[in-house]
């Protein structure tokens, strides 16, 4: 099995980097982009599911989450509606550091594990480099 790992510093306190993605409304917001007309799903609890997908598009992507550590990890299953595959992304939150300027920053890691192929892999490194090059800017407000 493959994996890809991205990993991002964010100019936001961890407490907003969590939410972004444990609120269904901000994740759906940030995630794809805005034409797509998000709906997302999220119930982070261990065994709790999430979901998010796009009319417009007509794709969607679902899983359950495996583990829940408030303000330090989510790992989940994920799977696209139309695929029989099913892989597992786990994102660590932290550490949170207080920047030169007064500010506070998050290290985000995002590893994505279990997919067959290096196709599958860089179609999944794109996407997830597509949906991260988003959140700063939603996290910015």
Not at 49 to 62: C, D, Q, T
Request: aromatic fraction near 12%; glycine fraction near 8%; include cysteine.
């Amino acid at each position: 099995m493959k994996s890809i790992s991205m990993v991002r510093t964010l100019d936001a306190p961890i407490e907003a980097v969590w939410r972004a993605w444990v609120d269904p409304s901000e994740f759906g917001a940030w995630f794809w982009p805005e034409r797509f007309n998000t709906v997302a799903s999220v119930s982070a609890e261990t065994g709790g599911l999430w979901r998010v997908s796009s009319k417009p598009m007509s794709m969607a992507a679902s899983g359950i989450y495996l583990q829940v550590e408030r303000l330090r990890l989510l790992r989940f299953t994920w799977k696209w509606d139309n695929e029989t595959t099913e892989s597992v992304v786990t994102v660590t939150f932290g550490p949170e550091e207080t920047t030169s300027d007064g500010g506070v920053s998050t290290t985000l890691t995002v590893e994505h594990e279990g997919y067959l192929t290096d196709e599958v892999g860089d179609e999944l490194e794109q996407g997830w480099n597509d949906c991260l090059d988003r959140l700063p800017g939603w996290l910015a407000g």
